[in-house]
C-alpha cells in the first residue's frame, strides 16, 4: 500500500535531487572581495553572480554560464573564458592580460575602462560590446564580427584584419585611427 500511495523510492530519489540542483541553482552567492586565485570555476551556472574587487588570476571559467555577471575591479589575468556565456555582464576596471575567450558569447558586455593587453577576440561575434576607456594594445579582433561595438579608446595598436562590421562600429574605428585597411564593412 505504501508503494502504491508514494510510489517507488526511486522515483522520490530522483525528484529530490532533480529539486536539489535547481535549488542549488538559484542560490545567489555573493562572491565580492574574494581571492580564488587559480579556482576551477568551468561549468558553474553563476547567472547574476557579483564577483567585483576579487582575485581570480588564472581561473577557469570555460563552458560557465555568467550571463548579468559583475566583475568591476577585479583581477582576471589570464583568466579562461573559453564557451562562457558572458551576455550582459559587467567587467569594467578589471585587468584582462592574458585572458582567452575562444569560443565565448559576447552580447551587450560592458568591458569600459579594462585592460586586455594581448587578448585575442579573433573569430569571435561582439554585439553591443563596449570597450570604451580600455587598453587594446596588442589585442587582436582579426576575422571578428563587430555589430554596434563601441571602441571611444586608442586603437593604434590593435589588429582588425578581415574583421567584419556595421558601418557605425567602422566609423568609430576611423575616427580613433585604427588600421581598416584590411576591414570589411557590411
Known sequence: MTIESMGEI????SAITEKGKELQ???HTDFKASNMQKSDLSSIVAQGR???FSNLRNSDFSSSDLRNGSFRFCNLSEVNFNKANLSGSKITKSELKGATFDG???DNVDFRMSSFYGVSFEDLTLNGVN???S???HTS???ATLINVSLRTDLKKATFDGAQMDKLTYAVLKAYKAEVSKVVVR
Request: no cysteine; aromatic share 18%; charged share 25%.
Open 10 to 13: 526511486s522515483e522520490i530519489v
Open 25 to 27: 541553482q538559484n542560490i
Open 50 to 52: 557579483n564577483f567585483d
Open 104 to 106: 565565448a558569447i559576447l
Open 131 to 133: 570597450f570604451d576607456f
Open 135 to 137: 587598453g587594446l594594445r
Open 141 to 143: 579582433f582579426r576575422n
